[in-house]
């Protein structure tokens, strides 16, 4: 298996312009994960899947931020618009669970977006 | 509140020497896995060690041992023979698994690790 793929894996892009980061998690994980990390924040979770359903996101900081799971091989995270804080390395993340077992998560190589 | 915490500052070790980066959690769920990650100065995450809340044994890989004490809400890594390829950051993680439902991975701020030839 390819991993957990994610794209682009830099991005800049100006204040105000629409941003899509995209996701393609291991062929049957059924869990997926969007973690935004920063030096002044950490890692954060953004939102997270469960069988292609939104489970919790209770972390999207604002309504500028959308995610989408239309099927279990793609996902998408919108900001629109985009903000110069925004700025910061969004990683994906996929799992298997199921009741009491699971497996560790893997994760993407994560994209650099840049808002200037 | 927040549900695993890392407080050491940036820890140092001897090439050779071992060394134990502290973790504890906070959680009310019976069933939950502790999971540690590290990330090297490239960026990726990379999975090193599962401790699950009902395992009897301490995990153990390679040189990763996991000090598991449930009762004191701790999962300590220990990493033996410390290697200049150790440097990274290291991320303690917890996964409850409340019935019915599956739950989301949470991440500690992460201790660096600097290892000294």
């Known amino acids: 298996d390819a991993g957990v793929i994610q794209s682009p894996r830099h991005e800049v892009t100006e204040m105000g312009q629409e941003v899509t980061l995209r996701c393609k998690p291991i062929?049957?994980?059924?869990?997926l994960f969007w973690y935004r990390q920063t030096m002044m924040r950490g890692l954060e979770l953004l939102i997270y899947?469960?069988?292609?359903?939104?489970?919790?996101d209770s972390g999207m900081p604002e309504d500028r931020f959308s995610a989408k799971m239309p099927n279990a091989s793609f996902s998408t995270l919108k900001i629109q618009p985009s903000e110069p804080r925004d700025s910061a390395v969004y990683f994906c993340?996929?799992?298997?669970?199921?009741?009491?077992?699971?497996?560790?998560?893997?994760f993407g190589q994560g994209t650099r977006l840049t808002v200037v | 509140a927040q549900k695993i915490t890392q407080t050491q500052p940036g820890m140092f070790v001897q090439e050779k020497e071992a060394v134990t980066l502290d973790c504890t959690y906070d959680?009310?769920?019976?069933?939950?896995?502790l999971f540690w990650y590290k990330q090297p100065s490239s960026g990726e995450m990379i999975f090193l060690i599962y401790?699950?809340?009902?395992?009897?044994q301490n995990a153990t890989e390679g040189r990763y041992s996991l000090n598991f004490q449930k009762a004191r809400k701790s999962a300590n890594l220990v990493i033996s023979a410390s290697q200049l390829g150790d440097s990274a950051m290291y991320f303690c993680a917890m996964r409850e698994r409340r019935s019915g439902a599956n739950s989301k991975l949470t991440f500690g701020k992460g201790i660096t690790l600097s290892v000294r030839p």
């Open positions: 993340a996929s799992s298997w669970a199921r009741g009491s077992s699971d497996t560790e998560a893997f």
């Open positions: 401790q699950g809340s009902y395992d009897q």
């Open positions: 959680t009310s769920d019976p069933s939950y896995g």
């Open positions: 062929s049957g994980h059924n869990s």
């Open positions: 899947f469960n069988n292609n359903v939104p489970i919790d």
